[in-house]
Nanobody, 114 residues
Framework: QVQLVESGGGLVQPGGSLRLSCSTP?????MGWYRQRPYYQRERVAT???????DYVDSVKGRFTISRDNTENSIFLQMNNLKPEDTAVYYC???????????WGQGIQVTVSS
């Protein structure tokens, strides 16, 4: 059962922008974004810490921005100046507030290519 739903992926040219969204109707605190590039393990991209601060993998700093809308239990990932190496399936990740179980979205494809 998919508990988190991502949207906003697609095909974009290098230097372009995309905005990913993730939301859930369940009692899950959405914590951030991960991605899995071809032939690589899944990696953390951008997350919120317990204190609400943001943390980014070095390769996206200055280009990606994570944000959240607490009223709608959603998070977003604004991706600017996209590069071919950003091509991946992007997943949002969360944790059940009552269960402490990890939840994942189904993943959404982002392709950066000319």
């Amino acid at each position: 059962q998919v508990q988190l739903v991502e949207s906003g992926g697609g095909l974009v040219q290098p230097g372009g922008s995309l905005r990913l969204s993730c939301s859930t109707p369940y009692n899950i605190e959405i914590m951030g974004w991960y991605r899995q590039r071809p032939y690589y393990q899944r990696e953390r991209v951008a997350t919120f810490t317990k204190s609400g601060a943001t943390d980014y993998v070095d390769s996206v700093k200055g280009r990606f921005t994570i944000s959240r809308d607490n009223t709608e239990n959603s998070i977003f990932l604004q991706m600017n100046n996209l590069k071919p190496e950003d091509t991946a399936v992007y997943y949002c990740n969360g944790i059940g507030r009552n269960t402490n179980k990890i939840a994942w979205g189904q993943g959404i494809q982002v392709t950066v290519s000319s």
